[in-house]
């Protein structure tokens, strides 16, 4: 299975009208691929807060449109990273959208875990209710956002769920950034699951995106991973070998919390 991590850079000096569609040809740029990801909230940047409310779309706004229709002209499965939800009833969301192939909408999941303690998204955004995965016909991902990484609670619903790839969108500052290897290594390895997490490049309201978007593989490998400067990420893996590591060393079987909630 082939998948591209587009590292995009927010830049102040580009308008959220002109990074869409340059996201959306980036994305067409990758045909033949099975997988493309963008990160959190690049139509804005994740950091930026005060743009939150001015740039909030409907699920069913311009960057659903723009990226529905990049999935169908490159004919790839699709995590178009999130963006900034308005919902019905008034709520800002950090809604991630997939789509497939056929520039179909697949999935839908609202970040659970809201970053900023008392201010930016923990004050201004809802917080979504449910784990989301999306069988792909390779593997089967599971769909988490940026401050999700340090809550190993909701990996293992996914993984219980049946996902063999975690896929995390992120806009993680650079300051963070061991933090950020770190929780992407540990995930995997306590999952036994590939983790596919991309990063933002740039810089949203002065604070200095990571980058270094990573692919780790279920024993704790790192395949790939990018510098901190805007980059597409493609790489190579076998999802099969979630199952084999799974039967060669199998400790989810050996589980004895939580078993409750998984009966």
Known sequence: MHASLIQIAVNPDESVNSRRERAASLVVAQRGVDLVVLPELWPVGAFNYTAF???????LGPTHDVMAKAAAEAGVWLHAGSFVERAEDGTLYNTSLVFSPEGERA?????????GFDKGEAVMMGAGEELVSVALPETVIGLATCYDLRFPE??????????ETLVVVAGWPERRRTHWTLLAKARAVENQ??????GSAGTHADIQQAGHSIV???W???LAEAGPDEEVLTVEFDPARTGTIREQFPALKDR???LAARR
């Open 216 to 218: 780790v593989d279920p």
């Open 154 to 163: 909701l990996f293992r619903g996914l993984i219980d769920a049946g996902s």
């Open 53 to 59: 409310e001015t740039e909030a779309e409907p699920l």
């Open 256 to 258: 004895r919390l939580g």
């Open 107 to 115: 999935a839908v999941y609202r970040k659970i875990h809201r970053f």
């Open 220 to 222: 704790g490998e790192v």
């Open 193 to 198: 699951a590939y983790v596919l997490a991309v």
